[in-house]
T-cell receptor, first 120, second 115 residues
Framework: GAVVSQHPSWVICKSGTSVKIECRSL??????MFWYRQFPKQSLMLMAT?????????EQGVEKDKFLINHASLTLSTLTVTSAHPEDSSFYIC????????????????FGPGTRLTVL | AQKVTQAQTEISVVEKEDVTLDCVYE???????LFWYKQPPSGELVFLIR??????QNEISGRYSWNFQKSTSSFNFTITASQVVDSAVYFC????????????FGSGTRLSIRP
C-alpha cells in the first residue's frame, strides 16, 4: 500500500531553536498534505493544509509565522517549528492525499508515523 | 461545521468480552466520509475503515464490525471477542466532501483489554 514517511521520528532541541520535520509520500504523488498536532492523551488537531506550489492554509488559532510549511514538490512537505518553546513539545503527524495515481482508493489519505518533538 | 463526538473516554474490559465504541458526528454536507483509526502506544495511526455517506451497509471484518446509521448520525465500532492486542486508542473521524478532504478527529476512546 501507499507509504508516507516522516523524518525525524523524534527530535529533542533547546528552547529558541528551529526544527524542521519532513513528510514524504514514497510511492505516490501528493498535491495536498496535512499536518496534525497531538498533545499527550489528546486527539489529533489539524494544523494546516499544505498544497504543492502554493501557500499553506492554516487552521484558526495556528500561528503561520511559527509553523512554516513548504510543499515544494509532489512528494515532500516540510514543517518548520521556529523558535521552539517547551509548549511546542508534541507529536506531529502528517498525512498525504492520494488522488488515485497511486495504490488505494481515489482520494485516500495516508498517515505518516509521526514525529515526537521535545523542546527543553 | 463538522464535529465528531466520542463520549467514551476510556473503556476497560476483560479479554474475550465484546466491546462497542460509540461515535456520533455532525455535518451539514450530504457527501462525507467516516473513518475509524487505531493508535497503539507506538503512536502510528492504523487505518481501519472508511465509509462514505451513501453506503449505510454495515461491515464486518474478522472480529471488527461497524454500524453506520445516518438517522442517528452514528458510526459505532464493535470488537468481538476482544484480545489484549486490541488495547489502543481508537479515533472516529469525519471528512466532508466540501472541505477538501480535511479529516476531523473525535477525542478518542482509550481501550484497555485485561487478560
Amino acid at each position: 500500500g501507499a507509504v508516507v514517511s516522516q523524518h525525524p521520528s523524534w527530535v529533542i532541541c533547546k528552547s529558541g531553536t528551529s526544527v524542521k520535520i519532513e513528510c514524504r509520500s514514497l510511492d505516490f504523488q501528493a498535491t495536498t498534505m496535512f499536518w496534525y498536532r497531538q498533545f499527550p492523551k489528546q486527539s489529533l488537531m489539524l494544523m494546516a493544509t499544505s498544497n504543492e506550489g502554493s501557500k499553506a492554509t492554516y487552521e484558526q488559532g495556528v500561528e503561520k509565522d511559527k509553523f512554516l510549511i513548504n510543499h515544494a514538490s509532489l512528494t515532500l512537505s516540510t514543517l518548520t517549528v521556529t523558535s521552539a518553546h517547551p509548549e511546542d513539545s508534541s507529536f506531529y503527524i502528517c498525512s498525504a492525499r492520494d488522488l488515485g495515481r497511486g495504490q488505494g482508493a481515489p482520494d485516500t489519505q495516508y498517515f505518516g508515523p509521526g514525529t515526537r518533538l521535545t523542546v527543553l | 461545521a463538522q464535529k465528531v463526538t466520542q463520549a467514551q473516554t476510556e473503556i476497560s474490559v476483560v479479554e474475550k468480552e465484546d466491546v462497542t465504541l460509540d461515535c456520533v458526528y455532525e455535518t451539514r454536507d450530504t457527501t462525507y466520509y467516516l473513518f475509524w483509526y487505531k493508535q497503539p502506544p507506538s503512536g502510528e495511526l492504523v487505518f481501519l475503515i472508511r465509509r462514505n455517506s451513501f453506503d449505510e451497509q454495515n461491515e464486518i471484518s474478522g472480529r471488527y464490525s461497524w454500524n453506520f446509521q445516518k438517522s442517528t448520525s452514528s458510526f459505532n465500532f464493535t470488537i468481538t471477542a476482544s484480545q489484549v492486542v486490541d488495547s489502543a486508542v481508537y479515533f472516529c473521524a469525519l471528512s466532508e466532501y466540501s472541505s477538501a478532504s480535511k479529516i476531523i478527529f473525535g477525542s478518542g476512546t482509550r481501550l484497555s483489554i485485561r487478560p
